[in-house]
Nanobody, 125 residues
């Protein structure tokens, strides 16, 4: 059974940092796409960062470039999202998701097959 469990969310002041973790089970990091998405109240779910387990390539939404870093520990089947210089507009529930699409890293939520339960990130001004 595929499971994704996020952790690391919390309340932080603007300018602070958090590191989110996404622990995956039920599959091994082979040739898949892992994505971090977020959803703020009243808004659509949006992509934040994406990672290819096959070649380690990464990509980021313009809104987080230079502030967020996605990385992985394949031995632990875990993907991380280091978030620095947090802003109040980063407040949202953050989700990780996996897309079983070899050689392709989609940036829209519709392509992702499994999702974690989400972790709340709140940035105070």
């Amino acid at each position: 059974e595929v499971q994704l469990v996020e952790s690391g969310g919390g309340l932080v002041q603007a300018g602070g940092s958090l590191r989110l973790s996404c622990a995956a089970s039920g599959f091994t990091f082979d040739d898949y796409a892992i994505g971090w998405f977020r959803q703020a109240p009243g808004k659509e779910r949006e992509g934040v960062s994406w990672f290819s387990t096959s070649d380690g390539s990464t990509d980021y939404a313009d809104s987080v470039k230079g502030r967020f870093t996605i990385s992985s520990d394949n031995a632990k089947n875990t993907v991380y999202l280091q978030m620095n210089s947090l802003k109040p507009e980063d407040t949202a529930v953050y989700y990780c998701a996996v897309a079983f699409l070899a050689g392709y890293v989609p940036e829209t939520p519709d392509y992702y097959h499994y999702w974690g339960q989400g972790t709340q990130v709140t940035v105070s001004s």
